[in-house]
């Protein structure tokens, strides 16, 4: 199979731009997960989403927002982007929900400018 | 409020040396416990992980992990590293039978000297 894509791979964007970034996750797997990976903060937990609906949300402020879609694939929008939002996000996926085994694509890092 | 910690931020080591990477987690129900490594450029990949049963758990690359929940640790092991094993390396946690949401603890950079 197939593992986890993210595109784009990499983004250059200003302050004040809202950016969008998308995940397919395995085929088959129904639950997608966000991460942000920054050197200060290491791994943190953006939000889960299965079925199309939001299982779970991390401690991100309001700017940060995502979907899923009917074919599993999702999308995580950050909208007027700060210098501190620079990092690499990760997409993991998994099966089901309620404590699975998660895969991780190679993430999309993001650089603010 | 739940959190792992990683004891060795940073480890280095000669090939052929053990490894052993601290990791204990504080959490108030049943866990799932992982180790991800991040090797150089590329992305995270699952190494173990523990669900139930026996509390010693082996995964790929001949690294090994055991459970020990009075102590509420998970701790890494490998007896003989090879320079192809510099990486990251991340213990997490989840909530059993609740939640995706893994927490992750800070990582262990660690480098193997040919």
């Known amino acids: 199979k197939a593992g986890v894509t993210q595109t784009p791979r990499y983004l250059i964007k200003t302050r004040g731009q809202q950016v969008t970034l998308s995940c397919s996750p395995i085929s088959g797997h129904r639950s997608v997960s966000w991460y942000q990976q920054t050197p200060g903060q290491g791994l943190q937990f953006l939000f889960e989403y299965f079925s199309e609906t939001q299982r779970n949300k991390g401690n991100f402020p309001g700017r940060f927002s995502g979907r899923q879609f009917s074919n599993s694939r999702s999308e995580m929008n950050v909208s007027t982007l700060e210098l501190g939002d620079s990092a690499l996000y990760l997409c993991?996926?998994?099966?089901?929900?309620?404590?699975?085994?998660?895969?991780f694509g190679p993430g999309t890092r993001l650089l603010v400018l | 409020a739940q959190s792992v910690s990683q004891h060795n931020h940073h480890v280095i080591l000669s090939e052929a040396a053990s490894l052993e990477l601290g990791c204990n987690y504080s959490y108030g129900g049943t866990v799932n416990l992982f180790w991800y490594v991040q090797y150089p450029g590329q992305h995270l990949q699952l190494l173990l992980k523990?669900?139930?049963?026996?509390?010693l758990v082996k995964g790929i690359k001949g690294f090994e992990a055991e459970f020990i929940k009075s102590k509420f640790s998970f701790n890494l092991r490998k007896p003989s590293v090879q320079w192809s094993d510099t990486a990251e390396y991340f213990c997490a946690v989840n909530a059993r039978g609740a939640t995706n949401k893994l927490i992750f603890g800070t990582g262990t950079l660690l480098a193997v000297q040919p």
């Open positions: 993991a996926s998994s099966e089901s929900t309620g404590g699975e085994t998660q895969y």
């Open positions: 523990y669900f139930s049963g026996d509390p």
